[in-house]
C-alpha cells in the first residue's frame, strides 16, 4: 500500500516570505516613487513655463504695435500704452487734399499708398507723437477724430481736426480704436501662499477712458472696462521700461515668475519698442 507523505510550510517560513516581500516591496516603492515624483515636477515645470510663455508672447505681440512715445508706467507692476490699428503716409503737398498743420490741421487728407482698412467711425488720427506737453496723444485735442462716413481707404475725412499738430518727418500718421485706444498689464496680488503656489495674477485691461494725466499707482479694474486674464500662480512680476537716446530705441523689460506646489519658473524677455514718431 502506498504511502502518500503531504508537503507545506511552516508558520517561520511563511513570516520569513512575508518580511522578504515587504522588504523588497519598500526597495521598490523607492525606485518607482522618486521617478513618478520627477515626472509630476517636470509636468508641473512644463505647465508653468507654457503659461509664463504664453502670457509673455501676448504681451510682446501687442506691445509691438504701441504707438510711438505712447508707454507709460503708473508703476512697477504694470505699464499702459496707446495701440494702433493702422497707419500710413499723408499727403504733404499738391496736388489732392493736404494734411494742414495750422493752428488747427485740415478735416481731410489724402492717404499715400491707402490703408489696410476703412477706420470705424470714431477712431482717432495721430500725428508725430512724442509723449510731451503740446505733442502728447493722450490728451484729448491731440488726436483727431474720423467721419467714418466720409472716409475711404485713400481719403481720410476728420470730424474734429487736430490741435496744433507737429509735421512729422516722415509724414507719419497713426489710426488708433476709438472705443479703446488704451491698454494696460497689470499684475495684481504677487506672491506665494503656504503650499508654495502663487497668488498673483496678471490681466489685460482694456475700454477705459484715457486719463491725460498718468496715474499714480496701477490702475484697478472698475466695471466698465474690459479685463482679460492672462495668466495666475504670479509669484512675481516686475516690468521696467527704459527710454532710449533720443527717443529711438526704446525696451521695455518683462520679468515674470510662476509658482505652483513649490516649483518656480522665471521668464525674463526685452521687448523692443519702436518709438519712431
Known sequence: MSKYHLQGFTLVEAIIVIVLTGILSVI??????????????????????DAANSAVR?????????????LRQPGGACVEFLMTKDGGRY???????VMSFDATSGTQFDVIGGLNAIPDNGDFIVVYNLGIPGADAYVASY?????????????????????????????????????SPAVSFVCQGAG?????NGTGKLYRQANYAVAPVIA??????PANTTTALLSE???????????????????????????????????YQDVNINNVP
Open 192 to 196: 506665494v501662499d503656504a503650499k508654495g
Open 143 to 179: 488726436r483727431g477724430v474720423v467721419d467714418g462716413s466720409a472716409s475711404t481707404l485713400n481719403s481720410i475725412k476728420l470730424s474734429t481736426a487736430i490741435q496744433n499738430p507737429i509735421e512729422s518727418p516722415a509724414k507719419r500718421f497713426f489710426v488708433l480704436s476709438g472705443s
Open 58 to 70: 501676448r504681451m510682446s505681440r501687442d506691445l509691438h504695435l504701441a504707438l510711438p512715445n505712447s
Open 216 to 221: 499714480g499707482a496701477c490702475p484697478t479694474f
Open 91 to 97: 499727403r504733404a503737398g499738391s496736388p489732392g487734399n
Open 233 to 267: 500662480n504670479i509669484a512675481s512680476c516686475s516690468f521696467n521700461y527704459s527710454s532710449g537716446v533720443m527717443q529711438r530705441s526704446a525696451v521695455l523689460s518683462i520679468r515674470l515668475g510662476l509658482q505652483k506646489a513649490g516649483e518656480l519658473v522665471t521668464l
Open 28 to 49: 521598490t516603492a523607492k525606485f518607482i516613487t522618486r521617478p513618478i515624483e520627477q515626472y509630476g515636477d517636470l509636468t508641473r515645470r512644463a505647465e508653468l513655463t
